[in-house]
Nanobody
Framework: QVQLVESGGGLVQPGGSLRLSCQAS????????MDWYRQAPGKQRELVGY???????NYAASVQGRFTISTDNAKNAVYLQMNSLRPEDTAVYYC????????????WGQGTQVTVAS
């Protein structure tokens, strides 16, 4: 059974940094992308960015230049380095894995809260 567990969220002042981690366990085949989403109160879940199986990244315009996604394939982990945080980055952050297996399986973590406030 596949599980994704996020960690690293918390309270940070504007301009600060946080690094989120997502550790995957279980057998995952045919990973296409490892993604980070976020959902702020009263808003829809939105894609923050993703990294492909071959290391290409793409980011939402709102986080471009401030956030960086990386992976440790040996550990089956994906990270989100967040710098220059703003109050509008406050949200629950979720990691997500999309596969190209026979079921086009996808997996979600439980989310971790990030609050940016002074």
């Amino acid at each position: 059974q596949v599980q994704l567990v996020e960690s690293g969220g918390g309270l940070v002042q504007p301009g600060g940094s946080l690094r989120l981690s997502c550790q995957a366990s279980g057998n995952i085949f045919g990973i296409v992308t490892m993604d980070w989403y976020r959902q702020a109160p009263g808003k829809q879940r939105e894609l923050v960015g993703y990294i492909t199986h071959d290391g290409r990244t793409n980011y939402a315009a709102s986080v471009q230049g401030r956030f960086t996604i990386s992976t440790d394939n040996a550990k089956n982990a994906v990270y989100l380095q967040m710098n220059s945080l703003r109050p509008e980055d406050t949200a629950v952050y979720y990691c997500h894995i999309q596969t190209a297996d026979s079921n086009l399986s996808e997996y979600w973590g439980q989310g971790t809260q990030v609050t940016v406030a002074s």
